[in-house]
């Protein structure tokens, strides 16, 4: 085996935004003191993510490790629900790094399965903090659904999207309540809101 791989999502649980999935390739002899630090993403700041997330990018620019990350929309979780959503945005993460069968390990944090032709595949619950490769896709999954939470802020103003991120707070239940879906909502996900 020529790289490891690890595999997480972000964002499974939000009433809005979509489901993110990150990827991260690195050779098998990698050396994870580059990235001292790596944990589970939601165990770090959104400062310590954002610095470790910075360093994946100079390490990727430099050649020593690539990452993908890719999303699917709430449209598709609400058609499709969200292990298919997750299934979907995983292959096109593996699709996007160019991985091949045969020359990767993969490890995917908690049920996660990559697809069936990845026959060197180790799902491993809390994975995440356990392995420092899935730990570092965990980072960028969560820093890049960050990132456009953020950026679609301004178009559906009534919800602080850049403040929750489509989590399911207090403001953001009243503001379902007062100004009903947006077409980023999941419905699904916020039936129990509007009874």
Known sequence: MKYLIGIDEAGRGPLAGPVSVGAVM????????????????????EKKRESLFTRFEELRESGQMSFAVAFSPA???????????????????????????DECEIRLDGSLKAPEQF??????????????????????????????????????????????????????????????????HRATFCSRILL
């Open 26 to 45: 690195v050779p098998v002899d990698f050396d994870f003191a580059l990235v001292e630090g790596v944990k589970d993403s939601k165990k770090l700041s």
């Open 75 to 101: 449209s598709i979780i609400d058609t499709h629900g969200i292990v298919f959503a997750i299934r979907a945005a995983l292959a096109a993460t593996l699709e996007k790094l160019g991985a091949r069968a």
């Open 119 to 184: 026959t060197s595949q180790q799902t491993i619950i809390r994975g995440d903090d356990s392995e420092p490769v899935i730990s570092m896709a965990s980072i960028a999954a969560k820093v890049i659904r960050d990132r456009h939470m953020v950026a679609i802020a301004s178009q559906y103003p009534a919800y602080g999207f850049d403040v929750h991120k489509g989590y399911g707070t207090v403001a953001h239940r009243r503001a379902i309540t007062r100004d009903g879906l947006s077409d980023i």
